[in-house]
Each structure stands twice: as structure tokens, then as C-alpha cells.
């Protein structure tokens, strides 16, 4: 069973390590590198170091080169540096390796997103989903982290299966693995009846990567209270609320965030929950327009859509975040004009490139909201109209 009752120090002290490679520039690194360094402190720890290095490919024993090794190894001693994350998946004779040359915990960035959804998870769904991930992670590395296993002493990347389970051997993983997908189908299977029982509705999902502030948006229309906090994965579980705008109701549902380099054990596993995505109707694709890599965040998320065979349906781009965009574009001695010149170079660029799907609002400062609403109201109606044309009363 996962263990999320364990307490984490305060700010863990990381050290984050990355490659610059033939499908990896220094740029494209540096980005990945603060949202590993983001991942970490949402799992609870604070990244003081990073290294670098440019290489064809990963070293296949220790990912990086012995001297890049060397140069880690001297910069840890002395430091209390708990934890080394790597950007990129490890395997197990790696992990093996690196311990051995560093004397420190190590872990990669599917293990540490898997360390954070376990911290998150509440449900029994979710619980089995992230627990289901871990297992399928662990499986092929099982005998290069033995021995690692053995010095794991609490922290980040430690929750989970526990050590005991682990050193059994593969078949009793794979039998664990067998068990949680029969419970998983058993969860699956009520929540397919749910979803059934709750009628003919229109049924609208937010979908986004993570941190974008979906759940805020969630809120604001639907008067509801969700979790929402400054923190990637801050939620997992799929809420969903009875909206009604005007005489028009509807279901609209908040799901987890994509994020890039998700481990393809978590997307598997998750995939009953991401059935919200995959049922809905309408999907609201909310974005961070102020995040300085918020094109390659819509790819990321357009992607899993298209894996999650649900990127056919009607979409509404909602660029939020507008107040910190103009924060971060605008100085004070930019003349209003072309302020104004700026903005509408955004707002037709991606009117053309979503074909007039998109809406432009500050969750946080609630702006433009009503624009939002009117949105997805013509939506839901034009919906209604194709799905259940009898259903009159909710047309107007």
C-alpha cells in the first residue's frame, strides 16, 4: 500500500541534473531544468545546483560522463545535499551506478512525479492509479534497485511500494500489478455507472497542463470551492459540478494536468480517470499565456489528447493568466498603443490559428469572464441542438 501519511524534511536541499543532446537543445533544457526544479519543490524540496552537460547520447552506466560525474561528487561533499534528481528516466543499473560513485539518493523525474502524485492521491481510485504506476516503474528495474532501495531513508521518491514487497522478486510485482488493475476495473466499472446515471447533459471538461489554473477557472463557474494552490498536480482527482448558465445546464468536470514527460506508466494508469476527457463533449483547453514556453505547453497537451483518442472534439481555447502576460510584456514606458498593437497581434494570431475558439481571461482578477461564460454557453446550446435537439427549454 502507499504510505502517504510519510512527512518529508522542509526543503530537501536537490541537486538537478540534465543533458543537452541531439533531440534536446541547451534552451529546451534550461526550461525542462526549472520545471524539474518546480516538480521539486512541489514534492517538497529546493533545488540548489544544476549541472549540465552536452553529449550525443546518455552514458549508458551513469548517464552523465565520469568526469561531469566527478565534478558532482566534489561539489556534494560536505554540502548537506540529500537528493540528486536526473531530467531524464533512469534505469535501474544507472541508478545503481550513480549511488555508488555519489553516496546519495537518487532519482529520476518520473520517480519524483510519482513521488508527488502519491503525496496528492486521496481517493481509492487515484491511490490504486498512482500504486499501479509505481509498480510498473519498479518492474524493469527491479534488480539494479535493490541495493538502492536498501539506503532510501524517507523523502522524496520514497513513497510508495513498500521495501519488503520489493525485494521479494518480479512475479510478486507482477501479481500486485495483476490485483490493482482488477480493482482498477472493478472502480472503473461504478464509475462508468455514475457517469451514466447523471442524464442527458452536455458534458464539458477542463483540460490543460498542469498549473495553467484550470481549477480556478473551475471555481468561477461553478461556485464551487476545489482545491487550488500555486502547485503542479494539485489536483488529481476528476471533480465535476451541475452548471447552469442562464436557463442552459450542463456538467462541466476539472481534470488532472498534462505535463511534459509524463511517465507512460501514469498516463496508463490514469486513463479511467482521463475517461471524463475522453466522454465529454466539449472540452475548455485552458493555457498559461504567460508562461514564456506556453506554445510548446499546448503541443504537449494536444498530443495527449490526440493519444487519449479525444482530440476530435469541439475545443475552446482559454488563455488565462492575461494580467501576468502584460505584466511580463509590458514596461511602463511602452506607449499605450502599442500595448494595444501587441495584444491585438496576440488575440488575432490565435483567433486564426483556433478558428475563432478562443477566449482571452484573468481567472485570478476574474476579467473578461462574462466573454468566457457567453463562450461556452453557444457552445453547450449549439451542442444541445446536435445531441438532444428535443431538449428545447435548454436552448434559450
Known amino acids: 500500500m502507499l504510505d502517504t501519511k510519510k512527512k518529508i524534511q522542509k526543503e530537501e536541499k536537490a541537486v538537478l541534473v540534465g543533458l543537452v543532446h541531439k533531440d534536446q537543445t541547451e534552451q529546451q533544457l534550461n526550461e525542462y531544468l526549472d520545471e524539474l526544479a518546480f516538480l521539486a519543490e512541489t514534492a517538497g524540496a529546493v533545488a540548489v545546483k544544476r549541472f549540465t552537460q552536452k553529449l550525443p547520447h546518455p552514458d549508458s552506466r551513469t548517464f552523465v560522463g565520469k568526469g561531469k560525474l566527478e565534478e558532482i561528487r566534489q561539489y556534494i561533499q560536505g554540502r548537506d545535499i540529500r537528493i540528486i534528481i536526473f531530467d531524464d528516466e533512469l534505469s535501474g543499473a544507472q541508478i545503481n551506478n550513480i549511488e555508488k560513485a555519489l553516496e546519495i539518493k537518487t532519482i529520476d523525474r518520473s520517480d519524483l512525479i510519482l513521488d508527488i502524485f502519491a503525496s496528492r492521491a486521496k481517493t481509492a481510485q487515484a491511490r490504486a492509479q498512482v500504486e499501479l504506476a509505481q509498480y510498473q516503474y519498479i518492474l524493469p528495474r527491479l534488480r539494479g534497485m535493490w541495493k538502492h532501495l536498501e539506503r532510501l531513508g524517507g523523502g522524496i521518491g520514497t513513497r510508495g511500494p513498500g521495501e519488503t514487497e520489493i525485494e521479494t522478486d518480479r512475479r510478486i510485482v507482477r501479481d500486485k500489478i495483476?490485483?490493482?488493475?482488477?480493482?482498477?476495473?472493478?472502480?472503473?466499472?461504478?464509475?462508468?455507472?455514475?457517469?451514466?446515471?447523471?442524464?442527458?447533459?452536455?458534458?464539458?471538461?477542463?483540460?490543460?497542463?498542469?498549473?495553467?489554473?484550470?481549477s480556478t477557472i473551475m471555481n468561477l463557474l461553478s461556485k464551487r470551492d476545489v482545491f487550488a494552490e500555486n502547485k503542479l498536480f494539485a489536483t488529481l482527482d476528476t471533480t465535476t459540478s451541475k452548471v447552469v448558465f442562464e436557463t442552459t445546464p450542463f456538467l462541466l468536470s476539472d481534470t488532472v494536468g498534462f505535463i511534459r514527460k509524463l511517465p507512460h506508466h501514469l498516463v496508463e494508469s490514469f486513463k479511467s480517470t482521463l475517461d471524463e476527457v475522453r466522454e465529454s463533449d466539449i472540452l475548455l483547453h485552458v493555457v498559461d499565456v504567460s508562461h514564456p514556453a506556453y506554445e510548446e505547453q499546448i503541443a504537449v497537451v494536444n498530443k495527449t489528447l490526440h493519444d487519449l483518442d479525444a482530440h476530435d472534439k469541439p475545443v475552446l481555447t482559454i488563455f488565462n493568466k492575461m494580467d501576468l502576460y502584460e505584466a511580463y510584456t509590458f514596461d511602463e514606458w511602452l506607449e499605450e498603443n502599442t500595448k494595444k498593437e501587441i495584444l491585438e497581434d496576440l488575440y488575432e494570431r490565435w483567433q486564426h490559428e483556433t478558428g475563432g475558439n478562443a477566449v482571452f481571461v484573468s481567472a485570478l482578477e476574474k476579467k473578461n469572464i462574462d466573454q468566457l461564460r457567453k463562450s461556452i454557453l453557444d457552445k453547450v446550446r449549439s451542442m444541445y441542438r446536435v445531441r438532444y435537439p428535443y431538449k428545447s427549454e435548454f436552448l434559450y
Open 178 to 214: 495483476s490485483l490493482l488493475r482488477k480493482r482498477l476495473a472493478e472502480i472503473d466499472k461504478q464509475s462508468f455507472t455514475q457517469r451514466k446515471e447523471r442524464g442527458e447533459f452536455i458534458r464539458v471538461a477542463l483540460v490543460g497542463y498542469t498549473n495553467v489554473g484550470k
